[in-house]
């Protein structure tokens, strides 16, 4: 069986939807995923702080 590891802009897509759908929580695992794959993605980042503003974490866990 072969499986297929999803790219940095894949879990920063599917962190966008999960953020429109309202699931936060999930939103921030993906673009931590997408982070850990391109740390340089200054785009990933201010998502990742937009989402965290928004449920008022600012200590970035």
Not at 31 to 39: G, H, N, S, T, V
Not at 41 to 53: D, G, P, Q, W, Y
């Amino acid at each position: 069986m072969v499986t297929f590891k999803k790219t940095a802009s894949e879990r920063l897509e599917e962190g966008d939807a999960l953020y429109d759908a309202g699931l936060y929580e999930e939103a921030i695992e993906c673009y931590d995923q997408a982070i850990k794959l391109e740390p340089e993605n200054i785009n990933t980042l201010i998502l990742k702080s937009t989402v965290l503003a928004r449920v008022r974490k600012f200590d970035g866990r």
